[in-house]
């Protein structure tokens, strides 16, 4: 039975949809973790979910980062369970130091909440390993906060070292550098996104254009797939390139 | 003793500041003010410091940003001015 947890702040919206999604796997145990909760044991990964913690002050996801959740993930992470941060989560994991950069208020100034085309460009990861090679997929996206920025010597770092993992594609929603839409870190287990997977997981939440897609599943069915069974021919980078 | 520091947290030079854009674009420079060149937004946030001295409240208050990360420094720089002392 894999345990994932998902981490609660004050201001976390968008966790019941991921918990709906992830709870629908079977072998799955699913648990809400509280951000106060300063130890964290036998999970197999951990998501953190979008939302508005602690109401964007200061900057989004700058004092969720600092919560005794985060510093028991930051423990997690080298010990390579996968954590995957969605939105806020993702604001949350910059924030803390888990990936770099950082995520500013939009180029038009504007809460852009739209549905958005990527191209997946990196499958070696637990959250993209189910992703066919250069796949464009369809994610609903929907923040204030969400143009990811980083200096030029970054950039070629994340472009040499493959973690860029998601680019939005004939679409720039939010004047993000090299139009990036999601990152890891170096190992590959640590996964921050702008776009909504567990808003494009079912059928019965379809989009109101014509290209609804359930494509945010796959994220989720990668996590379990390798979780499951794929350990061994999906591992994340650090073991690749060993 | 009580002093009033500010810290002033503004996107580096090399990061675009679309309000600021805005801000000349559509109002100052539509409202006729021709000299006006640049304008960048920037957050302050005014603190009253308990400390032995202004120089002292200043020292506490630049290791707080740094150690909180008050400003993200990928993107932003921190300035940190005296406002004086306080009741």
């Not at chain 1, 040499?160 to 993992?165: D, F, G, M, N, S």
Request: aromatic share 8%; with cysteine.
């Amino acid at each position: 039975m894999l345990r994932i947890g998902i981490v609660v702040f004050p201001g976390s919206n968008c966790d019941k949809d991921v918990y709906q999604i992830l709870s629908s796997f079977q072998n799955v145990r699913v648990e809400f973790v509280w951000y106060t909760k300063d130890k964290l044991q036998g999970y197999d990964a951990i998501v953190i979910p979008g939302g508005f913690a602690y109401g964007d002050r200061l900057r989004a996801g700058i004092i969720a980062a600092h919560s005794p959740v985060i510093t028991e993930i930051k423990k997690m992470a080298v010990h390579g369970i996968p954590i995957l941060g969605i939105c806020n989560g993702f604001q949350i994991l910059v924030e803390c130091g888990l990936l770099d950069g950082a995520l500013m208020t939009n180029r038009s100034l504007r809460f852009v909440c739209r549905w958005t085309t990527l191209k997946v460009e990196n499958r070696r990861t637990p959250f993209t390993c189910l992703f066919k090679r250069n796949q464009t997929i369809r994610l609903p996206i929907a923040h204030g906060e969400g143009r990811y920025v980083v200096n030029n010597l970054v950039e070629k770092r994340l472009k040499r070292k493959h973690q860029l993992i998601m680019r939005y594609f004939g679409d720039d929603p939010n004047g993000s550098t090299y139009n990036i839409a999601a990152i890891c870190n170096e190992e590959g287990n640590v996964m921050g996104m702008m776009p909504h997977p567990e808003r494009a997981s079912e059928r019965t939440i379809p989009s109101y254009d014509s290209m609804d897609s359930i494509d945010g599943l796959t994220i989720f069915k990668s996590l379990i797939h390798y979780l499951g069974n794929g350990r061994n021919d999906t591992m994340p980078f650090a073991y690749i390139r060993a | 003793m009580k002093f009033i520091v500010l810290v002033k947290i503004e996107n580096k030079p090399y990061i675009d500041d679309p309000e600021g854009d805005t801000i000349l674009r559509d109002l100052i420079a539509r409202g006729g003010y021709v000299n006006i060149e640049s304008v960048r937004c920037a957050k302050t946030l005014k603190l009253v410091v308990r400390a032995s001295s202004e120089k002292s409240a200043r020292q506490i208050t630049q290791k707080l940003c740094d150690d909180l990360r008050i400003y993200n420094p990928t993107v932003s720089n921190c300035y940190i001015e005296s406002g004086g002392r306080t009741k």
